[in-house]
């Protein structure tokens, strides 16, 4: 059984960085085509892609908040660390992590095909 | 802003069928997942790829794809297909990835 569940903190003071960790089990990261990711929902709002980790440690961040984003692996412990620097209000949001399986050999067919069950941030002073 | 566009909202008569699409310049060389999230749950993955449904998504899911349009079609909704749905691609560079606005679905 494939499992994935972040940890972290509920609540951030604006300009403080943010830690999140998303422990997993039932896979490994170090199998080709096999990634984990991070997306964030704030209340009432759309999924937002932010990172993703690959197997490689091939590391792609969101354009818009890539300079706020620093994703880790460690297989050892079958764990992905999100870091997000300068937290703000606008950041308020329940944060997913998910992993990205490829479905094909050539990774043309791939999707988040299981997600942990969130954890919800609040940032206030 | 999102790069896959996709209508806020969509209703059908239980039984019927309805189709939400996803638009995007990146669909016409990726092919769209489809999520879909009930209120305070985790989204599930119900299509990938081409047309293809993971172990346990019933089979009146169903998606196909035309120039930069992606679309999910429940043939035969039912009450608890009420939710949102997303649609998840690769953005125009291809490096990136990008999930549409959603489409909140109401069976009548």
């Known amino acids: 059984q494939i499992t994935l569940k972040e940890s972290g903190p509920t609540l951030v003071k604006p300009t403080q960085t943010l830690t999140l960790s998303c422990t997993f089990s039932?896979?490994?990261?170090?199998?080709?085509?096999?990634?984990v990711g991070w997306i964030r929902q704030p209340p009432g709002k759309a999924l937002e892609w932010l990172a993703l980790?690959?197997?490689?440690?091939?590391?792609r961040y969101s354009p818009s908040l890539r300079s706020r984003l620093t994703i880790t692996k460690d297989t050892s412990k079958n764990q992905v660390v999100l870091t997000m620097t300068n937290m703000g209000p606008v950041d308020r949001a329940t944060y997913y992590c998910?992993?990205?399986?490829?479905?094909?050999?050539?990774?043309?067919?791939?999707?988040?095909?299981?997600w942990g069950q969130g954890t919800m941030l609040t940032v206030s002073s | 802003s999102s790069e896959l566009t996709q209508d806020p909202a969509v209703s059908v008569a239980s039984g019927q069928t309805v189709r939400i699409t996803c638009q995007g310049d990146?669909?016409?060389?990726?092919?769209a997942n489809w999520y879909q999230q009930k209120p305070g749950q985790a989204p599930v993955l119900v299509i990938y790829?081409?047309?293809n449904r993971p172990s346990g998504i019933p089979d009146r899911f169903s998606a196909s794809s035309s120039g930069n349009t992606a679309s999910l079609t429940i043939t035969g909704a039912q009450a608890e297909d009420e939710a949102d749905y997303y649609c998840?691609?690769?953005?125009?560079?291809?490096?990136?990835?990008?999930f549409g606005g959603g489409t909140r679905l109401t069976v009548l």
């Open positions: 998910a992993r990205l399986y490829y479905f094909d050999s050539g990774g043309h067919s791939r999707a988040f095909d299981i």
């Open positions: 039932g896979f490994s990261l170090r199998t080709r085509g096999v990634g």
């Open positions: 980790i690959y197997w490689d440690d091939d590391k």
């Open positions: 990146s669909l016409r060389n990726y092919y």
């Open positions: 790829g081409k047309n």
């Open positions: 998840h691609s690769r953005d125009s560079s291809a490096s990136h990835l990008v």
